[in-house]
């Protein structure tokens, strides 16, 4: 049985893939909570606080590869940028698509009272 530290770490490290509409496979992670507080620091607090923006900045930045060439985590808000971009709205749409079906996987499995 595996203790719930050890489910969160088991989680933390899993690898997903979606295949975008432009035919691009994109392999992406769940971030942890040092990722999130790393992109928080290249958000900056006027940026961390904009909904729509963080929402896309995270589907980016859980991208660690497009088409097997590893995808760097970005450090600065023109990085960010410039990843945002290269996935374009196919990317992006595939990511969070992806995550969607695992979320909804995962709900499927819980079982009542745990």
């Given amino acids: 049985m595996m203790t719930p530290s050890g489910r ?18 994109v392999t992406f992670r769940r971030l942890d909570a040092l990722d999130r507080l790393r ?3 290249v958000l900056g607090s006027e940026l961390s606080l904009n909904a729509p923006y963080l929402g896309m ?10 088409d097997d060439v590893p995808v760097p985590p970005p450090v600065t808000e023109d990085q960010l940028e410039s990843l945002v971009r290269r996935l374009g709205d196919d990317g992006i749409a595939a990511v969070a ?3 969607d079906a695992v979320d909804s996987a995962e709900a499927g499995k819980a079982q009542p009272g745990n």
């Fill in 8 to 25: 969160l770490l088991a989680d933390a490290a899993r690898i997903y893939t979606a295949i975008d509409a432009s035919g691009r496979r």
């Fill in 39 to 41: 992109l928080f620091k």
């Fill in 57 to 66: 900045a995270l589907l980016a930045c859980s991208v660690s590869a497009i």
């Fill in 97 to 99: 698509d992806a995550l």
